[in-house]
């Protein structure tokens, strides 16, 4: 028998038991389904947050765990470009790079967890309207909504004390915590003596914890995403530009953050892989940033910031508007007009890369790369990149001028009493016929600069190795030693990277449309 030929009550006792997916085929199937379920907004809404977790619509469901702050797939991994969200409001399904950050990572707006009650939705269609009576014992709807929120606020103290390392990581707070575990529900430590806790092994005790935290992520993951919005429609409804966030844009030109992403330098960050359509080529590897704890990193994480063209109405990466500054953790903060410049330097919050202040005015005024070649031509468009990619590459090539520089400055130090005297004098009369080294942060090398210290270097492993020759084993700085040898790799792959910013700057000033058409033929909402 097939559904038609039922009665129209059995149908509809049938229809609200589907899937939103079967809701909206069935919907479809014929003028008399049709108008039986007449689909509103929201039936298409749970279709599409049903299609957001289909492998072959959504991608992959990223897992977030809480307690340590690691998210599966990673940040950097390509699986991210196939995963997709669903906007309720435009019924579409999008990349990350048109959400903001809360809208997929808060528990409430993740893709629910596999196999959770929230992955399994049923529709919330029903055959008439009708609404819950309302208790008209009000001292006993009051006394219901107050065991509630009590309720409530224990079950939000054990997650909370289950996923922060402050409260639930170390010993002694799992001891002193150990009333408020028991008391939150934590299961595994009913019915347990702090005895017991104290004498249990650490991996056990953080087995509980993750396992408490699971079971209300699995509750509680994904039961908000029926108001998820893309930035597009938060602008649209006005929910973007707020008076307390300096960084939100305007109303006209809002700025929304995005993820975080590894590049190697500013300029990468802010003229990615512009070097291709280049003879000059980027070396094959990257060089240390010399961070605190971290000399070896090459990379640094960078955020990316979405803002949309009040010309084209496109959202685009902060860069397609040339506007950047020139540190790390640098943020567009917008500023009053009678602000005080002088108490930031250029590049850093609220002050651009040219020196600008970032005023209301400033950013309704900005448009992408695009519109302002259409509208100034793109000889003008040349010249606005040309003077932001030169100063970036400067304010690069200072940074390795002064990497270069360290080994010596290291060196100075550790000669004070070693190696003896007749080496000394001889390193320090080296040291007095390269004046580049005296020279401040600020200070751009020339090409007779780097071949100096490149003199001076081998000078030095010359007097380095007569003086471990006449010296015996013991009397030798094996700090000093293993200095002398990694000098060589360092040094040489920052003279690389030095000559091809070098090269580059010099090429682009006799071809500048290079760097137009870069600008031009890229997507200005990729990230890299």
């Known amino acids: 028998m097939s559904l038609v030929s039922l009665p129209t009550e059995l149908q509809c006792q049938v229809i609200r038991l589907l899937d939103p997916i079967s809701l909206i085929s069935i919907s479809q199937a014929n003028t008399h389904f049709r108008h039986l379920i007449k689909p509103k907004k929201r039936h298409f809404a749970e279709r599409l947050l049903v299609l957001e977790l289909n492998p072959d619509h959504g991608g992959p469901t990223p897992i977030f765990y809480s307690r340590t702050g690691h998210l599966k797939p990673d940040w950097h991994d390509e699986a991210w470009d196939a995963i997709k969200w669903a906007c309720t409001d435009c019924l579409r399904l999008l990349p990350h790079k048109y959400f903001d950050n809360h809208s997929i990572l808060r528990l409430g707006y993740r893709k629910p967890i596999p196999g959770s009650f929230a992955s399994r939705m049923i529709t919330t269609w029903e055959p008439t309207w009708h609404t819950r009576p309302r208790d008209k014992n009000r001292e006993r709807a009051k006394r219901n909504a107050q065991d509630a929120q009590r309720e409530e606020k224990k079950r939000r103290q054990g997650y909370f004390l289950a996923v922060t390392g402050g409260l639930g990581y170390l010993r002694n707070n799992f001891v002193n915590n150990f009333e408020a575990f028991r008391e939150c ?25 993750d396992q408490h935290a699971l079971a209300i992520e699995r509750e509680d993951c994904g039961k908000k995403r029926w108001l998820r919005k893309c930035n597009e429609c938060r602008f649209q409804r006005g929910a973007i530009w707020q008076a307390c966030d300096p960084t939100c844009g305007t109303r006209q030109v809002p700025i929304v953050p995005s993820q975080r992403v590894e590049f190697a330098s500013v300029v990468e960050r802010y003229f990615p892989r512009f070097w291709e359509s280049l003879d000059h080529k980027k070396p094959l590897y990257n060089i240390p940033r010399g961070l605190i704890y971290k000399e070896d990193a090459c990379e640094q994480l960078w955020s990316m910031w979405m803002v949309r063209c009040p010309t084209c109405e496109h959202w685009q990466e902060l860069r397609a508007f040339r506007i950047g500054g020139l540190y790390q953790h640098w943020y567009p903060e917008r500023r009053a007009m009678d602000w005080n410049s002088d108490r930031r330097g250029r590049g850093e919050d609220g002050r651009t890369w040219d ?44 940074h390795i001028g002064y990497r270069l520089t360290w080994d010596f400055n290291f060196l100075k130090w550790k000669t004070r009493d070693n190696p003896s005297k007749k080496y000394s004098v001889e390193w320090k009369r080296l040291l007095r016929q390269t004046p580049c080294l005296d020279q401040n942060y600020r200070y751009i090398f020339t090409h007779s600069d780097i071949a100096l210290l490149r003199h001076c270097r081998e000078q030095w492993k010359l007097i380095w190795e007569d003086y471990k020759r006449n010296v015996g084993d013991g009397q030798i700085d094996e700090d000093l030693d293993t200095r002398t040898k990694a000098w060589t790799a360092n040094f040489e792959s920052l003279e690389a990277h030095w000559s091809w910013l070098n090269g580059c700057m010099m090429e682009i000033e006799e071809k500048p449309e290079a760097l137009v058409e870069w600008a031009l033929s890229r997507d200005g909402a990729l990230f890299t």
Not at 190 to 209: P, T
Request: charged share 30%; net charge negative.
């Open 185 to 209: 529900g934590i299961d595994g430590f009913q019915g347990m003596s702090v005895d017991q806790l104290r004498d249990m092994d650490q991996g056990e005790r953080l087995k509980f914890m």
């Open 355 to 398: 020196d600008k202040t970032i005023t209301e005015q400033m950013l309704n005024e900005a448009c992408c790369n695009s519109c302002f070649a259409e509208s100034n031509g793109r000889q003008e468009l040349g010249q606005a990149l040309c003077e932001w990619l030169f100063d970036l590459i400067k304010w690069e090539m200072r």
